[in-house]
Structure formats: structure tokens, C-alpha cells
């Protein structure tokens, strides 16, 4: 069946790297997203990974693609308290560009 | 203004009650979904439709009905509103697929119902 799970909760200091995981179940995904949510507010792209790659670099935030762990990671280099947010790893399934979204990690910056 | 837009932003109803949410994109985008979003579940497709006169369920379809026929506007109509329909509901939209190949979708900033 088609499941992505995340962990919900993480914590760093400010400055420093996070690392959010994500796990997913269908290996036929060709798309891989990282989608961030503030407060009150809809979701919004971060950055995405085609399924043919093993890694994506975007300024601060760097992906990681295990195709055959199935499992995908979001970088945030350098964090800062405004990358506080819940972020939602997704994958896409099916021809109707369907999204499949794993709970949303929520990341708790502090100084 | 340009962009999708939901109403109301906030609604709070009874049980028994139908309720409209609405939505409104003005990129003429072909797909548009709606979500919903509760704490430990992420967010959980409600309905998509990949043009207008096309609709299909997602995975929580149930006390639940859509209908497009402008390409502009999905409204989510709950018919008869329960508790467990509490919850903060997301509508999207993206491109087709052809000459979008990041698939992206575009979210709204979200409807908060709250089912007395």
C-alpha cells in the first residue's frame, strides 16, 4: 500500500544542521517533495527530487534520495528560527498527480 | 489578486448541517484537490478533479461531495456535518502534466471547521 511516514517532532540550535527523514513505500514514485507549513498558513514547495537522482542542492537545504531504502532526507544547513515550521515529505503516485504526504515533522528551532 | 483563495477562513457549524467550503484558482490550472489536515494524519486527499466535469475520490471521500464546473472553482460541500469532520481543510491546484514536470501543487491558506 502506499505510506510515507516521518518523524513528528525536532529540535535543533540555531545554527545548526537539521536533518528530517522520511520513509516511503512505492517504489514506482517519480516525484519526491519536501513541503514546508507555517503557522496558520497552507503548505508551500520547498524543493523536489525526480526519482532518477540521488541527491538535489538548493542553497541551504540539500535532499537525499535512497531509492533502494526507499527513504529521503531534507538538509537545512545553518538553521535559523524562521525555518521553524512543520515539513511534509511527500511522494507522487499515480497519473493524476496525486500526492501522497507523510504527518509532517515539526521542527523546533531555539537559540 | 492572483493566486487560489478559500472561504470562509473560519466556520463553525452543527451537527446534522450542510456546509459549503469554497475555492478559487486564477491560473485556469486543470487539477485541484482538496485535503484535509488533522494532528498525526498529515494531510489526507478528500477529492481531486483533473478538469472541470472530472472528479474522482481520494482516500476520506466519505460525507463528502464536489462538483467543477467552472475550471476556476472546486467547491466541498459536507452534506450532513459530523465531529469527526472537525478539521482544517486545504485545496490545491497545479498544472497539467504536460510542460509541468515538477508536478507542484499550489495550496490555499486553509478553512478551520469546527463541528459543534
Known amino acids: 500500500g502506499e505510506d510515507v511516514e516521518q518523524s513528528l517532532f525536532l529540535s535543533v540550535r540555531e545554527g545548526d544542521s537539521s536533518v528530517i527523514n522520511c520513509t516511503y513505500t512505492d517504489s514506482s514514485s517519480t516525484y519526491l517533495y519536501w513541503y514546508k507549513q507555517e503557522p496558520g498558513a497552507g503548505l508551500q514547495l520547498l524543493t523536489y527530487?525526480?526519482?532518477?537522482?540521488d541527491m538535489k542542492q538548493d542553497q541551504r537545504l540539500t535532499v537525499l534520495l535512497n531509492k533502494k531504502d526507499k527513504h529521503l532526507s531534507l538538509r537545512i544547513a545553518d538553521t535559523q528560527t524562521g525555518d521553524s515550521a512543520i515539513y511534509f515529505c511527500a511522494e507522487r503516485n499515480g497519473g493524476y498527480n496525486k500526492l501522497i504526504f507523510g504527518a509532517g515533522t515539526r521542527l523546533a528551532v531555539h537559540p | 489578486d492572483a493566486g487560489i483563495t478559500q472561504s470562509p477562513r473560519y466556520k463553525i457549524t452543527e451537527t446534522g448541517r450542510q456546509v459549503t467550503l469554497m475555492c478559487h484558482q486564477t491560473w485556469s490550472h486543470s487539477y485541484m484537490f482538496w485535503y484535509r489536515q488533522d494532528l498525526g494524519h498529515g494531510l489526507r486527499l478528500i477529492y481531486y478533479s483533473a478538469a472541470a466535469d472530472i472528479t474522482d475520490k481520494g482516500e476520506v471521500s466519505d460525507g463528502y461531495v464536489v462538483s467543477r464546473s467552472k475550471t476556476e472553482n472546486f467547491p466541498l460541500t459536507l452534506e450532513s456535518a459530523t465531529r469527526s469532520q472537525t478539521s482544517v481543510y486545504f485545496c490545491?491546484?497545479?498544472?497539467?502534466?504536460?510542460?509541468?514536470?515538477?508536478?507542484?501543487?499550489?495550496f490555499g491558506p486553509g478553512t478551520r471547521l469546527t463541528v459543534t
Open positions: 490545491a491546484s497545479s498544472e497539467t502534466t504536460v510542460g509541468h514536470r515538477n508536478y507542484e501543487q499550489y
Open positions: 527530487i525526480f526519482s532518477n537522482m
